[in-house]
């Protein structure tokens, strides 16, 4: 009885803190919504008995990635975003239409008859979450694995590119050079000579 409860409760946070992380203005907040987050789907997992993964969301996820997006937002030193406009309006927009279609996909899905897949094969015996997870991993999933690494290459060199173009300034411009009094004089002006040294008169 206690188990149900237990994954609405994980879910209902999952699902609160994913949408303060959108919805917060601060970036920071964000993060540590999506720490809650993270530890949230740990408990879910762990709940359904995939143990590992459980722990690789708290040690990897919301603690090394999430250490280094913080160290990356208080570097970049981002505040709220000053929008306004078209570009708020366009953003809305699109945000509105991308959680109607996912509004609308979730519930075709529900509405459908549900039926159980095909088994998967069953682990051999004495082996664990770990050596079965990394059986799949290594072997039918060994190229979206590696994409995967190679995302998350683009995104370090996109983040060293960002700070590269932030924290540049542009030099000084040089100060006029001084004109000389013919530059600056107009038709039907007199040049006077300048008194000399003394203040005696010529």
């Known amino acids: 009885m206690i188990q149900p409860v237990l994954f609405a409760a994980f879910a209902l946070l999952l699902l609160v803190s994913g949408l303060m992380v959108v919805l917060h203005k601060s970036p920071v907040a964000s993060a540590m919504f999506l720490v ?22 708290v040690i990897v996820y919301a603690g090394a990635i999430m250490v280094l997006f913080l160290f990356v937002i208080m570097y970049l030193n981002l505040g709220h975003d ?13 945000g509105w239409l991308a959680g109607a279609f996912i509004v609308s996909t979730a519930a075709l899905l529900f509405a459908g008859r549900w039926a159980l897949g095909p088994v998967s094969q069953a682990p051999p015996s004495g082996a664990g979450n770990t050596q079965a997870l990394g059986q799949v991993l290594y072997t039918r999933f060994l190229y979206p694995f590696e994409i995967t690494s190679l995302v ?8 060293i590119v960002i700070t590269k173009g932030r924290g540049g300034r542009t030099p000084d411009p040089a100060p006029p050079a001084p004109r000389s009094a013919a530059d600056v004089m107009r038709p039907g002006d007199t040049l006077t000579p300048p008194p000399p040294p003394g203040g005696g008169t010529a």
């Open 82 to 94: 000053v929008e306004g406009g078209a570009t708020i309006l366009v953003r809305r927009l699109i």
């Open 152 to 159: 998350l290459l683009v995104a370090m060199v996109g983040a």
């Open 36 to 57: 809650v987050a993270l530890c949230s789907l740990s408990g879910i997992y762990i709940m359904m008995r995939a143990e590992f993964i459980g722990m690789v969301q």
